[in-house]
């Protein structure tokens, strides 16, 4: 399977956030836990209680390390939901938009794949990284 996919969009209702219980929009999703772009802020500054999710056995789309969450975002001009297997490193990269111009090229190369581009992605767009994948606005990590 591949570690960056597209998933089949949900049909139930749309989730709340599973922290402040917001509800608007398909939000971006780790694991099973749905969170608003507010929240998902707060967990890349380090604010919100801290990740603690069972890893599955898939490798990382980045590391090839085993050991994974499952990030599902809704790419801009996309009728389906994309899921990126990334270890914990990783993923608190993606969300803290300080991915490495490695990490970037990886994730880039793979969503291609998929007909997609970096800039329908939120977290990896134009404002946080430059065609070279440097992050331009990394969240700063408080923790
Ligand atoms: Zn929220
Ligand atoms: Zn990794």
């Known amino acids: 399977m591949h570690h960056v996919r597209f998933v089949t969009a949900e049909t139930e209702a749309t989730p709340a956030c599973s922290l402040c219980s917001a509800q608007n929009r398909p939000w971006d999703k780790i694991a099973t836990k749905t969170y608003c772009p ?8 380090g604010e919100a ?3 603690i999710v069972r890893t599955e056995g898939r490798r990382c789309a980045v590391c090839h390390q085993q050991g994974t969450l499952r990030y599902l975002t809704h790419p801009l001009h996309s009728s389906k939901p994309v899921e ?3 270890c914990g490193e990783h993923l608190r990269a993606l969300i803290a938009r300080r991915l490495g111009p490695h990490a970037f090229a990886q994730l880039r190369r793979q969503l291609v794949t998929l007909g997609l581009n970096v800039s329908q992605i939120f977290l990896l767009h134009e404002a ?4 070279f994948g440097r992050a331009l606005q990394p969240a700063i990590d408080l923790s």
Not at 38 to 45: G, N, Q, R, Y
């Open 38 to 45: 507010h929240c998902m802020e707060s967990l890349a500054v």
């Open 84 to 86: 990126i297997d990334l």
């Open 49 to 51: 209680e801290p990740l």
């Open 128 to 131: 946080f990284y430059d065609s």
